[in-house]
Every structure is written in C-alpha cells, then in structure tokens.
C-alpha cells in the first residue's frame, strides 16, 4: 500500500483510531444492509455469461458433416485433427500448421496430458521425469490456480516466481533454471495473463527462448487462453517458437490454445503446437491414447468462425459484450477503494480478469465477509502455489458471468467489505 494517491488528507493506515472507529462503524451498518438483501451472486470463476452464450448459438446449426477434403467427420480417423482446424488455428496465432494437434474442447486437458506423458516417457530421449524425486516447476505468481494444482497432482515441488509489467521476473527465472536441472520447466499465461492481465514483453519471450537451463529437457507451457481475448485495443505478442530457435532451443515450447471462451466452454476446441519433433513424440503416445477428437465439433466451430478475419469481428463483438463489466468494475474501484489506498489493482487490456491487492492480513477476510453477504469469489490464496499468499492481500475479481446490474451491486458490496476488512485490520481486530 505504499505510495498511495488520496483525495483525502491522509492515506487510510495514518489515520487516528476515533476516525478508524467511525468509519469501521458506518461500514458495518452498510455491509449488514447487504447481508439483508439475502444477495447469492458468483464472481468465482472466469464464466462467459448467458449473453455471451447466446450470441455464439450459430456455432449448433445444422451443418454437411463432409470436411472440406472430403474427410466424413462422423468416423474414425484423423488423429491430429482436420487439416482446415489446424489451418484455421494457423492462421489465427500465425504459426505454421504443421507444429498443430487438434484435441478436445479443453486446453487443460493437453497441459495435464502433457505432463502424464512427461512424466510416464520424457521426450527427447532424456529420463522421465517421474525418475527425478525432487523435481521442481516455476510458478509465476500470482497466476492460474489450475495450472498450480497439476504441478502438485504429480509431486512438484512449486517455486514461486515474482510477477513484473512485464512478465515473470526474468533475472529470477534464469538464475534458478540455470543452477538446478530439477527444474522441469514454467507456466506461462503470456497474453493478458491470469489474473493480473500482464502482457509479455517481447524482451521477456526472447529471453524465455534463450536462457541456459540446467535441465536439457526443460519445458516453457504456454497457455496462451487469451490470445484474442481484446478489450481496449491489440496487443501483440511475440513469437515464443521464434524466440526458442533463435536461442537453439527449438523443442522448448508446448503452445496451448482454445475456442472455449471464443464459442462454448463445454463445446470449444483446442490445441497443442510444438516443435515438429516434439509433435512427432506426442503423437505416438496419442495415438495408443485416442482415435481422435470430435471432428464433427471442429467442422461446425469452422461453419461459423471461418477464418482470422471473421473470428477478429466475432471477438470484437463479444468485446462489446464484456468491456462494459470491466468498466463497472474498474470505475467502481476507482470511486470506492482509490481514495486513502483501501487497495491496488490493474486495469487489464483484455482478458477475463482483473487482480486486486488489499492491504497485507486483508484478503481473506474481505471474502470471508464477501461470502457471507451472498457473493462468490474466487478463495484467498488461490492465485499462488499451495493457495498461500505470503501476503494475504490478492484476489482475482472474475467480472464476466453476472448480469450489469448483478455486477454493479457485487461490486459495490466487494468494496465495502474490504474497507472494513481493512478497517478492522488497522484497529488490531483481524
């Protein structure tokens, strides 16, 4: 909370304790106020809502089950998937279509599969890294809380990264890959990244590529979920296939990428690109694994989406959807929490989230009070390894599945309760 900007005389923590009292006061009056509305909102988790649902129903139209090839989607067969999807993806992330493995409607199913074969068989001819006993995965923090619960399911030890403007802090990163070959690899969401909505630099992709890893076998998962997801403008981001040849590392990186919060979460499609050695090993264990994904799923999400231009107007009309619930969040926070530094938060260009941070002690029980007001949030804890925020103070705020009007009062009740959390603090009761 260092550094606040106040309109106020003084920032909360300079404030004498008669003033903390009757603020405290005022608030508890106002948060039970809440509590009587008997409110039962969910801001846990990053939900398209029902107007984004709808505006995607094209995606079921009755379609020709013949791929453009002739290929008869009902049956067996084509085990990388579609020749059109793989284009179709190509050419949305510009990437050569041949790095491209079409799989299921989740790309969290590609990391976890990614991880069991890692861990089974290795790659590249180097041991498995179910043999290492004290492996070990860089976590930059605060990030996916999904990402950090595969990591532990299969016995990593996590290690904390902290997070800058402009990704993972880079001299942290290579000076720990670079002494330890238990360090398997890194978690990267690399385009408005979850939940801080930080952009990588192109510095930090290149550096990525290049760094010397003690590990000849270390993986970059780059779960690139939000790749189109623009809110305020394109950002750009760099090539990570680029940046790992250029640094002789071409079999470095596994891209993750999907449709779920383009057309449905239940009925997207996503992917994994690599290196066409990589791709070659991941597709002799798919194929002992699968047959083949749901090519009848990837003919109709083509029917609509068709290509980089149409899904660039499809986004942008789901942006006009979502924009304006971050705005009522961002202008909420800005009228609520700016005055006396209650709290920090970015205001992301894109993406599902944005991340907030209260004072140190704060966070839990401003969601403890959250909660038992009637709103749902995403746990205390959950955007770092083993859910411990060594400060207590970050929560991801997932503005996207309330209607407006639900947002505009979860919002305003959301800031109540970390006032008097941090009221509360102040006067030595949490």
């Excluded at 990428?257 to 066409?276: C, D, E, N, Q, R």
Aim: net charge negative; aromatic share 10%; hydrophobic share 40%.
């Amino acid at each position: 909370m260092e550094g606040c900007k106040s309109k106020m005389s003084k920032c909360i923590k300079d404030w004498s304790r008669e003033d903390l009292l009757a603020l405290k006061n005022k608030l508890e009056l106002e948060y039970n106020e809440f509590v009587g509305k008997n409110l039962a909102l969910n801001m846990a988790r990053g939900k398209p809502s029902g107007g984004l649902l709808d505006h995607n129903t094209p995606v079921l139209d009755k379609f020709s089950p013949f791929a453009a090839d002739g290929t008869d989607a009902r049956n067996y067969g084509v085990l990388e998937g579609l020749p059109e999807m793989r284009s179709f993806f190509g050419e949305v992330l510009g990437m050569d279509p041949e790095r491209i493995i079409i799989g299921g409607n989740s790309s969290l199913n590609l990391m976890y599969d990614s991880f069991v074969r890692l861990m089974l068989f290795g790659t590249g001819g180097h041991p498995a890294w179910g043999s290492f006993p004290k492996r070990k995965f860089l976590c930059p923090s605060p990030g996916y809380d999904r990402h950090f619960a595969i990591t532990q399911e299969f016995g990593f030890e996590m290690i904390t990264v902290p997070m800058t403007v402009d990704g993972p802090d880079m001299d942290v990163v290579e000076k720990l890959v670079a002494e330890d070959e238990n360090i398997k690899g890194i978690w990267c969401v690399p385009l408005y990244s979850n939940p801080q909505g930080i952009c990588y630099s192109d510095e930090t992709v290149e550096r990525l590529g290049k760094m010397k890893t003690a590990a000849p076998d270390f993986k970059i998962f780059w779960d690139n979920a939000y790749g189109v997801h623009h809110l305020y403008g394109e950002t750009k981001l760099a090539d990570i296939f680029e940046a790992c040849e250029k640094g002789g590392n071409p079999d470095r990186a596994y891209y993750f990428f999907s449709t779920s919060k383009i057309t449905f979460p239940g009925a997207g499609v996503a992917m994994i690109a690599a290196s066409l050695t990589e791709r070659k090993e991941i597709l002799k264990r798919m194929t002992i694994q699968t047959i083949g994904s749901d090519k009848l799923n990837q003919l109709r999400t083509l029917r609509v989406l068709k290509d980089a231009a149409t899904l660039k107007q499809h986004m942008a009309e789901l942006a006009d959807i979502l924009r304006p619930k971050f705005d009522i969040v961002l202008e909420t926070l800005d009228t609520e929490l700016a005055e006396a530094g209650f709290a920090r938060w970015n205001s992301p260009k894109g993406g599902y989230f944005v991340s907030l941070d209260t004072m140190d002690g704060c966070a839990k029980a401003a969601l403890a009070l959250a909660s038992a007001a009637g709103v749902t949030m995403t746990g205390a804890g959950a955007t770092f390894p083993y859910k411990k925020d060594p400060a207590d103070s970050n929560i991801r705020i997932a503005p996207t599945y309330p209607t407006d009007d639900e947002l505009r009062v979860a919002m305003k009740l959301f800031c109540v309760c970390v006032k008097l959390a941090t009221v509360r603090k102040l006067c030595g009761e949490i």
